[in-house]
T-cell receptor, first 112, second 114 residues
Framework: ETGVTQSPTHLIKTRGQQVTLRCSSQ?????VSWYQQALGQGPQFIFQ???????GRGNFPPRFSGLQFPNYSSELNVNALELDDSALYLC???????????FGPGTRLTVL | AQSVSQHNHHVILSEAASLELGCNYS??????LFWYVQYPGQHLQLLLK??????LVKGIKGFEAEFIKSKFSFNLRKPSVQWSDTAEYFC????????????FGTGTRLTVIP
């Protein structure tokens, strides 16, 4: 167990809809990263939040947005869903060593 | 931009066989290197990491990896695999400092036959 939880576990949406995925860290880590893992691929960095501010972003369009709350829980929002957004979305809390990331179990999103 | 290559997509071994999974990265500066494992239906877990110092690092469950700077490689090894090692293995790299985001390879699926 990494102490990082994500909800929901699975989600099915249709093209054009919007989705919100959630992440929380039992340890209250103040840095969280989100990754997208398409089938058969490695995780790809979406963005990172530190103290409620975006602190780095990968090659994802603006319709991918996030929030981090004072209790260090986090949300990933995706607008105008596309079929290619179907993937496992992983949240990772950054440990005190700053270079160790603890991953949650992921949310599997299916876009029909 | 950083990139990570894992050339073995699927490896099938019998129990007790030795394992070596290749990982090469592309980045001109100092890097931190990681191997993660994803057992079926489970979280990504850290197997081992290299930040600096001894290039041969030992991780959990009998795994080790060797950082060879001249070859930009960080291969994962285990002398004798078990059926329970069946999983997906990901090599990852990040640059010290900055946003700490990890760049992952595409993964290698290991199947160990009893």
């Amino acid at each position: 167990e990494t102490g990082v939880t994500q909800s929901p576990t699975h989600l099915i949406k249709t093209r054009g809809q919007q989705v919100t995925l959630r992440c929380s860290s039992q340890s209250g880590h103040n840095t969280v990263s989100w990754y997208q893992q398409a089938l058969g691929q490695g995780p790809q960095f979406i963005f990172q939040y530190y103290r409620e501010e975006e602190n780095g972003r990968g090659n994802f369009p603006p319709r991918f947005s996030g929030l981090q709350f004072p209790n260090y829980s986090s949300e990933l929002n995706v607008n105008a869903l596309e079929l290619d957004d179907s993937a496992l979305y992983l949240c990772a809390a950054i440990g005190t060593s700053l270079n160790e990331q603890f991953f949650g179990p992921g949310t599997r999103l299916t876009v029909l | 931009a950083q990139s990570v290559s894992q050339h073995n997509h699927h490896v099938i071994l019998s129990e007790a066989a030795s394992l070596e999974l290749g990982c090469n990265y592309s980045y001109g500066g100092t890097v931190n290197l990681f191997w993660y494992v994803q057992y079926p239906g489970q979280h990504l877990q850290l197997l081992l990491k290299y930040f600096s110092g001894d290039p041969l690092v030992k991780g959990i469950k009998g795994f080790e990896a060797e950082f060879i700077k001249s070859k930009f490689s960080f291969n994962l090894r285990k002398p004798s695999v078990q059926w329970s090692d069946t999983a997906e293995y990901f090599c990852a790299v990040n640059a010290p400092g900055g946003a700490n985001n990890l760049f992952f390879g595409t993964g290698t699926r290991l199947t160990v036959i009893p």
